[in-house]
């Protein structure tokens, strides 16, 4: 019974995988308990933000100068996502958060392609920073993200420095391997900004010049492991959910029947 079983699980998954190669972000383990900030006032948190470094995620391919808006409306939020994926074309993602509990505001993210999953704020000061975390846990697998906004495009490094250590500290991401999002200058948004925030470029591209070479090769690497989500995106975030199940099944009955 356990071998035809596990010969059902192989013919389902392998055909999913020809199609759909492993995802690059699935680890073995569980997600870390990572709280939410206490007090959470999301209200506060509304509004512009950048993202200016993440852990790479196949559902979300934009490369460039990302940006979100987010609006708050009680019971959910919506989020509208700019930027730019690598060939340099624009993106546009819009995102509905749903708030089920606002005294532990754990935000459930729902948008089209992509599989529901949590979505933790877990460290803001609401006037420059704010640590994300979100993560799909599966039998004995797990996909873990997290990402780093600000309130500047081109923010100080001891804002992102926070978050950085809060993921190091907190979760099991390996931190090293977190992208590190172009901003500034070649961003659609940057004649919009007033001329403080583009005084900051100079500042900012002396504080990253010692990291330039390793995020060259971490670009590098990532890029190459992207998938082309760009077009049946729907159909791919499906097949990926049971490739995931399946693989998490047959993990199970390995362990529980070895």
Request: proline content about 5%; charged content about 20%; overall charge negative.
């Amino acid at each position: 019974m356990y071998l035809f079983i596990t010969l059902v699980l192989l013919a389902v998954i392998l055909p999913c995988q020809a199609f759909l190669s492993p995802p690059s972000f699935l680890r073995f383990g569980s997600c870390s308990e990572v709280p939410v900030q206490g007090g959470l006032n999301l209200q506060k948190f509304a509004g512009l933000w950048y993202t200016v470094e993440k852990m790479p995620n196949e559902y979300d391919p934009a490369k460039f100068c990302i940006n979100t808006q987010y609006s708050y409306h009680g019971d959910h939020m919506e989020s509208v996502q700019r930027g730019l994926y690598e060939d340099r074309s624009k993106q546009k993602l819009m995102t509905f958060l749903v708030v089920p509990n606002v005294t532990d505001p754990v935000m459930t993210v729902i948008a089209d392609g992509m599989p529901n999953a949590p979505l933790k704020i877990i460290a803001t000061d609401y006037d420059n920073y704010a640590c994300m975390y979100t993560c799909l846990g599966f039998v004995g697998l797990k996909a873990e993200f997290g990402m780093v906004l600000t309130r500047q495009a081109l923010p100080p490094p001891s804002a992102v420095q926070v978050c950085r250590d809060l993921f190091e500290n907190s979760t099991d991401m390996n931190i090293s391997t977190m992208e590190i999002i172009e901003q500034g200058k070649n961003c659609p948004y940057w004649s919009k900004l007033d001329k403080q925030d583009r005084d900051l470029y100079e500042s900012y591209l002396t504080s990253r010049s010692l990291v330039s070479e390793k995020t060259d090769q971490d670009r590098e690497t990532a890029a190459g492991a992207l998938h082309d989500t760009l077009s049946n995106s729907a159909a791919r975030a499906k097949l990926l959910d049971l490739s995931l199940a399946l693989t998490a099944s047959l993990v199970f009955l390995l362990r529980h029947f070895s």
